[in-house]
């Protein structure tokens, strides 16, 4: 994400990973990546319900920290919805008017050509592999002050990382630790909090 030189952090069955001793990302080799079409067909495999009580509850754990902060009316986009509108289920009851969109359930642009109060982006970052491209992306479409909130599951060490099951899904190629985030933060001029593990709330200067 920086383009420091990127360290082995990790070689075994799930592949080899690298780190950056920079921002401490740590990615998946690039040369393991999945193709478009296996991807997509991973992705397929989601099995997400608006019926379901515990996948709400899982959306919320982002949703509530992101209402508790927003103005009265504020409008938001779901960016990476995956199959359903869960998140903007979850806002509009609270007053926050949301789109959503997803470049594979639900890829019409039009969203994408409009600017949000808020952005939200439940469990996407770790599936990109250009990270620094998509906080560009992301940030365009807020409004200045406007409020970036992301949710990934946060990295331990190499011990940590070892038995963990979310390098073993092969679409999750990048992995983020809180000093990450707060190094995006001060790179970018953000303000950062992070009020619970994998989430992050960015929020823009005004005079962006």
Known sequence: MCASAAVIFLHGRQGTFRECPACQLVFRDP?????????????REHRNFLDDPR????????????AQRLPPGARGLDYGCGPVHGI???MEPRGFPMASWDP????????????????????????????REALDRLAALLHPGGLLAIMTQFRGDAAHFTGWHYHRDPTH??????DTMRW???QRGWRVE???DGITLFTLPRGA
Request: glycine content about 4%; hydrophobic content about 45%; proline content about 9%.
């Open 194 to 196: 992070l009020p619970a």
């Open 184 to 186: 995006i933060a001060e």
């Open 88 to 90: 903007a289920t979850l």
């Open 104 to 131: 594979l359930f639900h890829p019409d642009d039009g969203p994408l050509r409009e600017t949000y109060d808020f952005v939200t982006c439940s469990e996407v970052l770790e599936h990109v592999a250009d990270p």
């Open 173 to 178: 190629v990048c992995f983020y630790s809180p």
């Open 55 to 66: 996948y709400l509850a899982f959306l919320d754990r982002l949703g509530a920290p992101v």
């Open 31 to 43: 040369g393991e990546h999945l193709d478009a079409a296996a991807a997509d067909a991973r992705y």
